[in-house]
C-alpha cells in the first residue's frame, strides 16, 4: 500500500514538473497606444503585437501603473488563441531610473544636510568645551590663594577662549540658517516634482495557449486611479453685433506612476466604475433649484468675478495609492496654467455620457499637474443686453446671452471671459438649471451711462402731528453713446415696511414693472444710438417721529481707526 502511495506521489510530481516545464514565460514591453481619459480615473489602451510558440505562455505585461484597478483589466486577442487566465500584481523591487533634474536635486539636498550635520558636531564641540570652561573656574585650592598675575592671566585665557567660542558658534549659526533656507527651497522644488512618489510597478500576467506558432495583435485595457480631467473654458465676444466664441478646454493630471507620451486621447463624462449590468431607469422628479452658485467647491456667478476651479475627486484609492497636493507649474507636452490649491466637488454632466476624440496627439507627464487640452472651439449666436443697478454701482454692465450651448454637451466648470480683447475676469457656466440661454456678464461697458441723482426740490422731511415723513425722489437720465441701438435693465426698490407703524407709499414709479413681495422696481427700455432717456421714482415713508427708522440704506466696509 506504502509503494502504491509513493508511485502516486511520483507521478503527481512529474507530471506537475512538465506542466510548468510546458508552460513559457515571456515579457512584454508595456507601451501605451491611447487613453480615454474620465473625470476621475482613465482607461489605458495597449496594442502589442507578440510572436507566440505553440502551447501554453504566460505573458508578463510590466512597467504599468501600482494604481491599477484589478477588476477592470480585459485582454482582446486574435482567435485561435485561448486565454486562460489573468491576473496582476505590484511588484516593489521594481527599479525605476530617476529623472536627471530630480537626481540632481536629491544629490544636492543630501550634500546640504551632511553640512548642516557637520556644523551640527562642530557646535555640539564647543558647547561642551564651554560648559567644561564655566564648571572648572576655580583657581588653585581651597587653602591656597594666587597671586595677582596668575588670577589675572586666568581671567584674560578664560575670557579669550569664552569669547572665540561664542564667535565661532555664532557663525555656525548663521551657516545652519543660511543652508535651513537652502534645504528648505530644494526640498520644495522635489515635492513640485513630485519626486516623493511611490516608484512601485504592476504586472499583469496572462496565460494564453496557442496550437501553432502564431503572431498575434493583443489589446489590453484597464482603469487606472488618479488621473482625470476638469474642464477650462475661455468665452470671447469682439461686439455686439457678432456671436461668441466659445472655447472649449480640459486640465488633464496623471499622477499614475507613468507619464503618458504622445498618445492619442479621448476625454469621456462616463463614470468608469459602473458595472457591466443593464442600467435601471428611475423616476425623474422635477423641482425648484436652490442652486445659488456658492455651494462648496462651486464658483458663484457674481456678475463674472469670482474664481474657483472644478477638478473631480479620484473615485477609489487603494491603500498603496501616493497621492500628493496637486499644484500647477510648466511642464512639457501642454500648456500649463497657474497655481491653485487642490479643490474636488461635484459637477453637473449630460445625463448621455459624452465623448471627445483629442484630434492633436499629447503628453502628459506622471507629475500631478493639470495640462491644458485642446477639446473644440464654437462661434454661438449672441443678444446683448446692458444692466444698470445704479443704487449699487454707478456702472453699466453689458451681458451676452448666448444660446445654442445646451447641445455642446458640457460640463459645469470655469470660464475666463474676454470682451473686445480685454480679459474681464472669471465667470462660471452652469448647466444644471434647465435653460435655453446662457447669461454672461461681459462686464462694464463705459459707452453707456446711467446717472441716479436726488431732487432734492422734490425731497423733503415734514412732521405732521406725531408723524415723520420722509420724501425721496430720484431722477435716473440713461445715456446710449454707442454707434448701435441697445435694450437696458434698470434696477432700483422701494423699502418695505415690517412694522404697521410704518407707511411706505410710491408716488411716482414711471412705467417700472413693480415685484410688490421684494420692493423691487424694474425698468426696460431700448435706447437709440446717440440718444437718452430720463426715469423719475418717487416714494415718501411716514412713521413714529419718536422711532428710530433707517431711511437710508448703508454699506459695512472694514476701516481703521487711530
Not at 551640527?120 to 598675575?149: P, Q, W
Amino acid at each position: 500500500m506504502k509503494k502504491n502511495f509513493l508511485i502516486i506521489i511520483a507521478v503527481i510530481f512529474c507530471s506537475s514538473f512538465s506542466f510548468s516545464q510546458n508552460v513559457k514565460t515571456q515579457n512584454v514591453k508595456s507601451v501605451i497606444n491611447s487613453a480615454t481619459i474620465y473625470l476621475n480615473g482613465a482607461e489605458i489602451v495597449q496594442n502589442p503585437k507578440i510572436n507566440l510558440q505553440a502551447g501554453r505562455t504566460k505573458l508578463i505585461f510590466t512597467n504599468i501603473s501600482h494604481k491599477i484597478k484589478p477588476k477592470s483589466i480585459r485582454v482582446t486577442t486574435l482567435k485561435g488563441i485561448d486565454l486562460l487566465s489573468v491576473t496582476s500584481k505590484i511588484n516593489y523591487l521594481t527599479k525605476v531610473e530617476e529623472q536627471v533634474e530630480i537626481k540632481q536635486l536629491k544629490d544636492s539636498l543630501k550634500l546640504v544636510q551632511n553640512k548642516i550635520q557637520a556644523f551640527n558636531d562642530e557646535n555640539d564641540a564647543y558647547k561642551t568645551e564651554k560648559a567644561m570652561l564655566l564648571k572648572n573656574t576655580s583657581i588653585g585650592g581651597s587653602n591656597t590663594g594666587v597671586s595677582l598675575a596668575e588670577l589675572k592671566e586666568a581671567a584674560d585665557f578664560y575670557r579669550s577662549r569664552i569669547k572665540d567660542i561664542n564667535t565661532r558658534v555664532s557663525k555656525i549659526n548663521k551657516g545652519i540658517n543660511k543652508l535651513s533656507v537652502t534645504k528648505f527651497r530644494l526640498q520644495k522644488e522635489l515635492k513640485e516634482l513630485n519626486a516623493s512618489a511611490s516608484y512601485m510597478r504592476a504586472e499583469v500576467e496572462i496565460l494564453v495557449s496557442a496550437d501553432k506558432a502564431v503572431s498575434s495583435n493583443f489589446e489590453l485595457k484597464y482603469i487606472v486611479a488618479d488621473a482625470g480631467w476638469s474642464p477650462a473654458y475661455d468665452i470671447k465676444a469682439t461686439d455686439t453685433d457678432k456671436p461668441v466664441e466659445l472655447i472649449y478646454r480640459a486640465k488633464v493630471f496623471n499622477n499614475t506612476g507613468i507619464d503618458w507620451k504622445n498618445l492619442n486621447i479621448k476625454l469621456s463624462t462616463a463614470d468608469p466604475t459602473l458595472s457591466v449590468s443593464q442600467p435601471e431607469l428611475k423616476p425623474w422628479y422635477v423641482s425648484q433649484s436652490y442652486y445659488s452658485g456658492n455651494d462648496k467647491g462651486f464658483g458663484g456667478v457674481n456678475e463674472g468675478y469670482t474664481q474657483n476651479m472644478i477638478v473631480s475627486k479620484d473615485f477609489e484609492k487603494s491603500e498603496d495609492e501616493y497621492r500628493g497636493e496637486r499644484s500647477m507649474s510648466p511642464g512639457t507636452g501642454a500648456v500649463t496654467t497657474t497655481h491653485v490649491t487642490e479643490s474636488y466637488g461635484n459637477a453637473a454632466v449630460p445625463e448621455m455620457n459624452a465623448e471627445f476624440k483629442i484630434k492633436t496627439k499629447y503628453s502628459v507627464p506622471s507629475d500631478d499637474k493639470p495640462y491644458l487640452v485642446d477639446v473644440s472651439e464654437h462661434k454661438l449666436p449672441a443678444s446683448f443686453k446692458h444692466f444698470a443697478v445704479t443704487k449699487l454701482d454707478k456702472d453699466v454692465f453689458l451681458l451676452a446671452r448666448i444660446t445654442g450651448w445646451e447641445d455642446l454637451n458640457l460640463v459645469e466648470g470655469p470660464a475666463n471671459v474676454y470682451y473686445a480683447g480685454t480679459y474681464l475676469g472669471q465667470s462660471f457656466i452652469q448647466t444644471r438649471n434647465v435653460k435655453d440661454t446662457l447669461e454672461l456678464s461681459l462686464g462694464r461697458d463705459s459707452k453707456v451711462l446711467v446717472t441716479r441723482s436726488k431732487l432734492k426740490e422734490f425731497s423733503s422731511t415734514q412732521l405732521i402731528g406725531s408723524k415723520r415723513k420722509e420724501t425721496f425722489t430720484y431722477e435716473f437720465v440713461v445715456k446710449n453713446n454707442r454707434k448701435a441701438d441697445i435694450t437696458i435693465d434698470i434696477l432700483d426698490q422701494l423699502p418695505i415696511s415690517q412694522s404697521d407703524k410704518i407707511e411706505v407709499k410710491a408716488l411716482e414709479i414711471s412705467d417700472a414693472k413693480q415685484n410688490f413681495a421684494t420692493g423691487e422696481l424694474k425698468w426696460k427700455y431700448t435706447i437709440k444710438q446717440g440718444e437718452s432717456h430720463k426715469i423719475r421714482l418717487s416714494f415718501y415713508i411716514k412713521y413714529p417721529k419718536e422711532m428710530k427708522v433707517e431711511v437710508q440704506k448703508m454699506k459695512s466696509r472694514q476701516i481703521r481707526y487711530f
